[in-house]
Each structure stands twice: as C-alpha cells, then as structure tokens.
C-alpha cells in the first residue's frame, strides 16, 4: 500500500505491486509491454481480460515448485475451460541455473533439493514398469498448478500450444557420474560438465560451436497433470500425467491431450526446451526457461473412449507415446496405442492398422534418460485422403463461434 493506504496504480488501472507478486518480474515484463501496444490491440486484450478469458501466469517462488508433483499442492491460478494462460516458466533449480553456473554448482544446488524433498518418489506404474523408488525431486522447476474448473477425473484436458517466446540463453550438461549416473553413454563420459549457449532471437538459432548453428525449435519439456495418489512424485519419469515427456514434437501449432486424475487437473509445465534431437541422451537438451507460453486449456468430456493416455495432434499427424522402462515395450506401447486409434477414430480394422503402422508409421525415439524411456508414433494425415476422412483430420478441437 502507497501512502494513505491507497494502492498506486499505473494509468492503466493496474495495481503493478500486486501485478509483480503473482506474475513475476519477465510475466510483467510481457503483460505490459502487450498492454503499451497500439490501441487497437489494447482494446481487444482489454475486452478478453474482462471476460476473464486471458491470464497471466508469472514464474516465481509463489507460482512454482521443483521438480515433483503433488495432488495437495494448492493451485496458483484458477481458470474455466476455453481460457487462454500467458505463462512463465523458470530455469532449473529454481532459476538458480543461469550463464556461469558450473557443474559444481548444479551439482551443489540439486543436492539441495534433493536433501529438501527426501519423501519424493518415482510414481510405480504397472503399465510403464516404473517402481516406487525413493529419489528426491528432479532438478525441473514447474510453473503450476492451475485449476481447470470443469475438469473431473476421467476426462480429458485438451492443450493447445499456440505460442513459444524462449528466452536469451540455454544450458546443456551431462552429470558427475559419481553424483548421479545418468545418461546413455555414462560409463564412457563420466566426468560432468556444463554448457552454456546464447539464442539468436532474430533467425531462431543459437551457435553451438564456431561455424556450428543449431535450429531453435522451442517445447515444454514437461507438460501435465497431477496424479491420482496422494504423495509427492518425483517429475523424472514421464508416465499417464504427461510430465517429463521431453517430446520435440510438441512445438507451438500442436495440441496435447492429457487424461484428468484428479479434480481440476492441477496442470503445470516446466522444463523448457529450446533445441533436442530425436532421443535426448546426455542428460539434457538445450534448456532453459520460457519468457512466455500461451496455452489454451479446453475440457474434453467427448473423448473418453478414444483418448485414455498422453497422445498429441499437429496439422500434420497424430502423435501416440510409449512410456516404459524397458525400450522395446515402449516401442510396443507407441504401436498399441497407434492400432487403436487407427481402429477407433478412422474405423481401420485393427489387423489392417497393424500392417498400416508398418507401412506408413514412423517411430521416433523420444529420450532415452528418464527412467521411463519414450517411443512415440507419427501418424501421417496425409494419408487420410478420402472424402468418408474429411473430418477426421482436424486437431480434434470443435468449431468456435
């Protein structure tokens, strides 16, 4: 409160103390700088503001956990299906993580969380043969939990990603070996290192070595739901929430739809992605933190029989993901989920989808250090080509007045 008690706002009728403490310094920096456009647009984010259709979500200690998931958590921002967020997320480790940060440090400062969240475990799933094992968090920082009004357990929460802004830099590291033994080839490289990169915001692509570029390519890395069972779980292993999925597919212009656990959802996203190949080995790909990524969150209480695990859509195929410990079931998983969508959305024999996935089906490797390994299958559209398909193609979104 300003002197007198009066709170002191700017001449747009924003209260920026309150405005800074629930959306954080970079979520102000956005908001403002989108209300200080040219006055049509002002107008029109005014509108949807007032319809309570629009919200900002900044990423700072009060919006944001480590690496775990929590059904108790209390949420940080209410919404009703159909809303768009504008969301911020932070670098690992509570944004500890920025340029000269070195292994030592990170190792230092996941140790920490690690000490602080001693009853956090893998999630056990029969389904993706994870088994409860006491870890601590994961080094991830997850902007969240937000509150989905409609959503019931057994539906399904419908994500569109329309937008990416990543930030100026990003990390890549493989651990001390001798701290946690993770990554593909960790026998072979065991001595950690850290790695920093600056984006080149204007052509989208970040130098990698002198005369080295790599493509910009921004994802949420992780991107859920809270679980069913009560607990603190640790965000490694991706699983039937979403979570760590780490699937580059999943860029600006594709959607996620995501089986609901538990009342509201309690989605949160995290671990933000700017660059990563088909199968994340070294630990990480390129990572950092988001200035902003605008979701639109839609209940979905239609597609309960045709959706019963994470399965993603672009313009140009539908994108079914296999989670298990044991790669070669994740492949089986992928494939399975695939025939059966083939069978019930396009009405495909399933034997005839089976031939179809062999044919026409490509599998991508997803990563190959999260405890639970992914496999995920591209079914192209382009196939569907008939006229009886002509509605089957879509992101599967119902039209909007």
Not at 167 to 175: I, R, T, V
Not at 340 to 356: I, K, Q
């Amino acid at each position: 409160m300003s002197d007198g008690g009066k709170k002191r706002k700017s001449g747009k009728g924003i209260d920026r103390r309150e405005f800074m403490k629930y959306v954080g310094a970079a979520g102000a920096t956005f908001a403002l700088s989108e209300i200080a456009v040219p006055k049509a647009r002002t107008v029109d984010l005014k509108r949807l503001d007032m319809t309570g259709k629009v919200h900002i979500l900044g990423c700072n200690e009060m919006t944001s956990t480590d690496g775990y998931w929590d059904n108790s958590t209390k949420p940080v921002l209410n919404i009703k299906s159909g809303d768009t967020v504008h969301l911020e997320t932070g670098t690992h480790l509570m944004g500890k993580m920025v340029p000269g940060a070195t292994i030592d440090d990170w190792m230092a400062w996941f140790k920490d969380v690690i000490a602080k969240t001693p009853e956090t475990y893998f999630f056990p799933d029969e389904k993706t043969g994870a088994q409860k094992v006491r870890k601590g968090a994961g080094h991830h920082h997850l902007t969240g939990p937000v509150y989905v009004e409609e959503a019931e357990p057994g539906d399904i929460l419908q994500v569109e990603i329309l937008d990416i802004d990543p930030g100026a830099y990003g990390f890549n590291l493989n651990p001390e070996t001798s701290f946690v033994s993770l990554g593909l080839l960790k026998e072979d490289y065991p001595k950690g290192k850290v790695r920093w990169y600056s984006v080149d915001r204007k052509d989208m692509t970040f130098e990698f070595l002198p005369g080295v570029k790599v493509p910009v390519k921004p994802f949420p890395g992780t991107i859920g739901v809270e679980l069913p069972e009560k607990g603190m779980w640790s965000n490694v292993p991706p699983g039937r929430h979403g979570g760590n999925l780490d699937n580059k597919d999943l860029v600006a212009g594709t959607v996620l739809y995501l089986p609901v656990w538990v009342k509201g959802a309690g989605f949160k996203t995290g671990d933000s992605h700017f660059a990563q190949g088909h199968g994340e080995v070294n630990l990480n790909a390129l990572e950092g933190a988001f200035k902003n990524i605008t979701l639109r969150f839609t209940v979905r209480k239609d597609l309960k029989k045709l959706v019963d695990w994470p399965m993603g859509s672009s313009p140009t195929h539908w994108i079914m993901m296999g989670m298990h410990t044991d790669l070669y079931k994740s492949c089986q998983m992928a494939v399975r989920q695939a025939i059966s969508f083939l069978n019930l959305h396009y009405g495909m024999d399933r034997m005839e989808a089976y031939a179809f996935c062999s044919q026409a089906v490509d599998l991508h490797v997803t990563q190959l250090v999260d405890y639970t390994l992914g496999i995920h299958a591209m079914i192209p559209k382009g196939c569907f080509v008939g006229k009886q398909y002509a509605e089957k193609n879509s992101l599967l979104i119902p039209k909007r007045s």
